[in-house]
């Protein structure tokens, strides 16, 4: 059998169906992963021979996926239309011509024979018959010797195929098997970097490169996703919460903390670490590091995952994502804000958000005169000493307070606080209370500087008349 070409060249091959699952990510993330790591070529390859349940929609949805996750594809089709590279036509329902051929080819070698109007691959050696219970019927077997895959994961590999299996429906169509195994033969595919549920197949496909008399690729099935404990037992579906790549888009996640987070899905980089940087993942990716069992998902853990990241961007970068956030928003008034304002809040919630989600509720106060109260908070900030008492000293105070920045409103809250015998603390909960309402968020002083000294003093007044 002839080898297959030396350089790396893997494929990740969607079937645009649905929406863009987690794990088809994390399938297409391992093989750009190795493609990077080994300087190899990573073919996108779009399955779209399933014309009911196809959709353009969804073969977008794959491009802009992909995109988003920073995982750029050498050889496929273009977005905008056309292909990238010599081996395509890329879509499966372009192909049609290419499976007549190697169709050709087996039957010229008398390895197919048509049954019931579908064409079937005839496999090697001894036939007979046995009464199946389950089809109440005689069907016949093949005596085969095992299939042997060493698979670059889980290593030695040995499934035995008994019986003759349809390639070519009767209406004409290829089935998986022969597509998948033509289309990986003509684009020159060195490693099949794909799911476990699919090794049951790799027999098939063993005896297809048999058939073709072309030596098969590396194996490598990377381990399944199991659900959260939370989501009950097994696989991780479609149907399941966080399932979905695009949610995290929607919910304006990091895309490299989406990617970073895939990465631990079924591989260890050889040390505790668990934050990593893109090119230091390349760097170390490696299929012996992929783990044979499978990987249990952590909507909790993506979402701190997440959190990190959003920590570590630069003040622009951050502003720049909440900007996109709120124009996501309808009626948005923080997308209306004046730039230089709208800076300054964000600024002071960086610190503090969990995700971009929070940004709502977190900043609201910052937008609108109209800010709702916490009835707790509330109560609890007029139980505390005398608050009609300090906020009446606050607005008294204020006028003469230096606001040009949190370091100088301090220190005049403070001055007041002593000259009245009292602490810090004895003002700052009543105070931000009346000027957003609620009892968490940025330092006092912060906000303070950012709403101004006539928003504060405005709120103040109101405040102070409503108890």
Not at 122 to 141: C, H, N, S, W
Not at 150 to 174: A, L, M, Q, T, Y
Request: proline residues 5%; contains cysteine; glycine residues 8%.
């Amino acid at each position: 059998m002839p080898p297959m070409s030396s350089q790396v060249r893997v494929r990740f091959a969607p079937s645009p169906t649905g929406f863009f699952h987690i794990g088809s990510a994390r399938t297409a993330l391992f093989n750009w992963l190795y493609a990077r790591h080994t300087g190899g070529t990573f073919v996108l390859r779009i399955e779209d021979t399933d014309k009911e349940r196809n959709s353009e929609d969804y073969v977008r949805l794959i491009y802009d996926s992909l995109a988003w996750l920073g995982m750029d594809w050498d050889e496929g089709p273009v977005p905008s239309g056309g292909e990238r590279g010599d081996r395509g036509p890329y879509r499966q329902t372009g192909r049609d011509g290419i499976y007549r051929q190697y169709l050709k080819r087996l039957t010229d070698s008398g390895r197919t024979y048509e049954k019931d109007g579908a064409i079937w691959f005839r496999l090697p050696g001894d036939r007979y018959t046995v009464f199946d219970e389950r089809r109440g019927r005689e069907v016949e077997k093949v005596k085969c010797d095992p299939v042997v895959i060493e698979d670059r994961i889980r290593g030695r590999v040995e499934r035995v195929e008994v019986e003759d299996f349809v390639i070519f429906r009767s209406n004409g169509s290829p089935i998986f098997h022969f597509a998948n195994v033509v289309d990986d033969i003509t684009m020159g595919i060195t490693h099949v970097i794909r799911g476990e549920d699919h090794l049951s197949n790799t027999s098939k496909h063993v005896r297809l490169y048999e058939g073709f008399e072309v030596t098969p690729p590396a194996f490598a099935h990377i381990p399944l996703i199991l659900k959260s404990p939370e989501m009950g037992q097994g696989k991780m579906s479609k149907r399941d919460k966080g399932a979905l790549v695009e949610e995290y888009r929607s919910r304006f996640f990091i895309p490299e903390a989406v990617v970073n987070y895939l990465a631990l899905l079924g591989w260890n980089p050889g040390d505790d670490r668990e934050k990593m940087p893109v090119d230091e993942i390349v760097r170390l990716f490696d299929l012996p590091a992929v783990n044979q069992s499978n990987a249990r998902f952590d909507d909790k853990k993506l979402a701190h995952m997440n959190m990190a990241y959003l920590h570590e961007q630069s003040r622009d970068e951050f502003v720049a994502l909440a900007r996109s956030y709120f124009a996501s928003q309808p009626n948005s008034a923080p997308a209306l804000a004046d730039a230089g304002y709208f800076f300054e809040v964000m600024l002071l919630a960086h610190p503090k958000i969990r995700g971009i989600e929070e940004l709502g509720d977190y900043t609201t106060y910052f937008f609108t005169e109209d800010y709702a109260f916490d009835e707790k908070a509330r109560a609890k900030a007029l139980k505390k000493g005398d608050p009609k008492a300090r906020l009446a000293e606050l607005i008294a105070a204020i006028p003469a307070m230096d606001f040009s920045d949190d370091a100088a409103i301090e220190i005049g809250i403070k001055s007041l606080a002593e000259s009245k015998g009292l602490g810090f603390g004895d003002f700052q909960a009543i105070a931000r209370l009346a000027v957003t309402g609620t009892n968490i968020g940025p330092s006092i002083t912060g906000i303070f500087r950012v709403l101004g000294k006539d928003r504060v003093m405005s709120r103040l007044k109101r405040f102070s008349d409503s108890i």
